[in-house]
């Protein structure tokens, strides 16, 4: 069974800072990490995508991922509040086009 | 942008009603997806389809069947619903990010209740 891990939180970060946001997965033949934000009463969006070992920028947001510490991570630089939403992580071993296994999130606060 | 609607935001069924929860994407994607989503246990993967009349059972299908007569609609159909299948229940299309990778789009998701 495949499983994703994340501290559901709350994560409270204070407005500005750098929040951070950590995933494990169990299945070592996973290919493609998926973050996604989640609104309440929305559905999930996609935030930022990573497959090759190391780290991704896109404006604010850096995913990193560690293949052989089966870890995922994504840092939030300067948070702001409408960064407040819970984040899920989500692992595919098929490239993304079968289906993803996801983690429960990790529901995120930013303090004004 | 991707487009992926679904048919209702809101169902309210009784115990033993035969449901049918549609999903529409307009990006002619071949790779469609269903998902609940509940509280403490996350989005959980039901069905997904690689293609017209094909589908694959995902981590939960017990209790429900798919449809997919039709490259741009997927079908969700729970054959006689019961208060367990009350759920938020999102669709997704796939769409490619590189030559070899794709990610899912969802669909605005259908809160149904089973009573």
């Known amino acids: 069974q495949k499983e994703v891990e994340q501290n559901s939180g709350p994560l409270s970060v204070p407005e500005g800072a750098i929040a951070s946001l950590n995933c494990t997965y169990s299945?070592?033949?996973?290919?493609?990490f998926f973050w996604y934000r989640q609104y309440s009463g929305k559905s999930p969006e996609l935030i930022m995508f990573?497959?090759?070992?190391g780290d991704k920028e896109d404006g604010r947001f850096t995913a990193q991922l560690n293949k052989a510490s089966q870890y995922v991570s994504l840092l939030i630089r300067d948070s702001q509040p409408s960064d407040s939403a819970t984040y899920l992580c989500?692992?595919?071993?098929?490239?993304?086009?079968?289906?993803?296994?996801f983690g429960k999130g990790t529901h995120l606060i930013i303090q004004p | 942008d991707v487009k992926v609607t679904q048919s209702s935001r809101y169902l309210v069924k009784r115990t033993g009603e035969k449901v049918f929860l549609e999903c529409v994407q307009d990006?002619?994607?071949?790779?469609m997806f269903w998902y609940r989503q509940d509280p403490g246990l996350g989005l959980r993967l039901i069905y997904f389809?690689?293609?017209?009349?094909?589908?694959e059972k995902g981590d939960i299908p017990e209790g429900y069947s798919v449809s997919r007569e039709k490259k741009e609609r997927f079908s969700l159909i729970l054959e006689s619903a019961s208060t367990n299948q009350t759920s938020m229940y999102l669709c997704?299309?796939?769409?490619?990010?590189?030559?070899?990778?794709?990610?899912?789009?969802f669909g605005p998701g259908t809160r149904l209740l089973v009573l």
């Open positions: 989500a692992v595919s071993s098929g490239g993304g086009a079968d289906g993803l296994t």
């Open positions: 990573i497959y090759s070992n």
């Open positions: 389809s690689y293609d017209v009349k094909m589908k």
């Open positions: 299945d070592r033949g996973s290919q493609s």
């Open positions: 997704a299309s796939s769409a490619p990010l590189t030559a070899d990778q794709e990610t899912q789009y």
């Open positions: 990006m002619d994607h071949e790779n």
